[in-house]
């Protein structure tokens, strides 16, 4: 597994990838289907999976009144 950060890790991505783009903030039962559904779609296109998400949440950006509690 690879973490990269910021816009240039994501230009730097792999070229053959799947990408699931959101904000995964826990894995419940929605986040484990997606993850599922993007790791069975890129074995069968032989691609690397590639998931984006974002830090800081991003309603800290876009309505800072409404960003969810953070857990312990």
């Known amino acids: 597994m690879q ?3 910021g816009l240039d890790g994501l230009l730097n991505s792999p070229k053959r990838s799947v990408m699931s783009v959101g904000n ?3 894995v419940h039962l929605g986040h ?3 993850f599922k559904t993007a790791r069975d779609v890129a074995a069968q296109r ?3 999976l590639v998931f984006v998400t974002f830090e800081p949440h991003p309603l800290t950006v876009l309505r800072p009144q409404s960003v ?3 857990r312990p």
């Open 3 to 5: 973490i990269l950060h």
């Open 24 to 26: 995964f903030d826990g």
């Open 32 to 34: 484990q289907r997606i």
């Open 46 to 48: 032989k691609a690397e």
């Open 68 to 70: 969810p509690l953070a």
